[in-house]
């Protein structure tokens, strides 16, 4: 088992680029997540997902848009993304029996010049 | 409101000594505690979690002590040791028909050999 994997690890934009951001889950989770942390501030909720299909706006959701085409497999996308966005993005997931205990991926640092 | 207060922002604790972590938080919906633990460049990890029905719970040398009537939660670790040098996060979450999560700042601890 992978568990949760994100790609990319690093990625340095320009302001106004575009990017999609992919998490991948092989645990047969219903709920994934995307977080941002920045420091000082912990981890915020960016999007979340209850199911295929399925997506919900969480703290922090303007800036940000996700899709869930696929159960295994949560996308984030900057459509022109900006410095207030640089930041580490977590993806997590968490199966149905036990929906509140989060698995974490190893997180994308992003930078926006 | 939403918000999980978490202090110390940064504690320095002997080997072998006891590390105290504290959160608080305002809203009586949450019904799920949970603490991750972050080593750098890594993903949050789960560590110990708790429920309000309980005031404390143990694992290891992890304990969680739970006041429900004050809104406050603590965690601490017994003979901290270097490897137990992380970030550690408290949290809080509730189900909105998808399970949310509010995190705390994080606490930077690091133990001295």
Same mark, same amino acid.
Not at chain 2, 46 to 73: H, M, Y
């Given at each position: ?5 994100? *790609? ?102 992003? *930078?926006?010049? | ?99 949310? *999560? ?12």
């Amino acid at each position: 088992n992978a568990g949760v994997t994100q *790609t990319p690890k690093f990625r340095v934009l320009k302001t106004g680029q575009s990017m999609t951001l992919l998490c991948a889950q092989d645990m047969n989770h219903e709920y994934m997540y995307w977080y941002r942390q920045d420091p000082g501030m912990g981890l915020r909720l960016i999007h979340y997902s209850v199911g295929e299909g399925t997506t919900a706006k969480g703290e922090v959701p303007d800036g940000y848009n996700v899709s869930r085409l696929k159960k295994q497999n949560f996308l984030l996308g900057l459509e022109s993304a900006a410095p207030s966005q640089t930041s580490v993005y977590f993806c997590a997931s968490s199966p149905l029996g036990t929906p509140d205990t989060q698995y974490f991926g190893p997180g994308t640092r992003l *930078t926006v010049l | 409101q939403q918000q999980v207060k978490q202090s110390p922002q940064s504690l320095i604790v002997q080997k072998g000594g006891i590390s105290i972590i504290n959160c608080a938080y305002e809203n009586t919906a949450f019904d799920y505690f949970p603490w991750y633990q972050q080593f750098p460049g890594k993903g949050p990890a789960l560590l110990i979690a708790i429920r309000p029905d309980v005031s404390e719970k143990k694992e290891g040398r992890f304990t969680i002590s739970f006041n429900k009537s004050a809104k406050q939660f603590s965690l601490h670790i017994m003979d901290s040791q270097p490897g137990d040098s992380a970030t550690y996060f408290c949290a809080a979450t509730y189900d909105t028909g998808g399970f949310k *999560t509010i995190f705390g700042a994080g606490t930077r601890l690091f133990v001295k050999a």
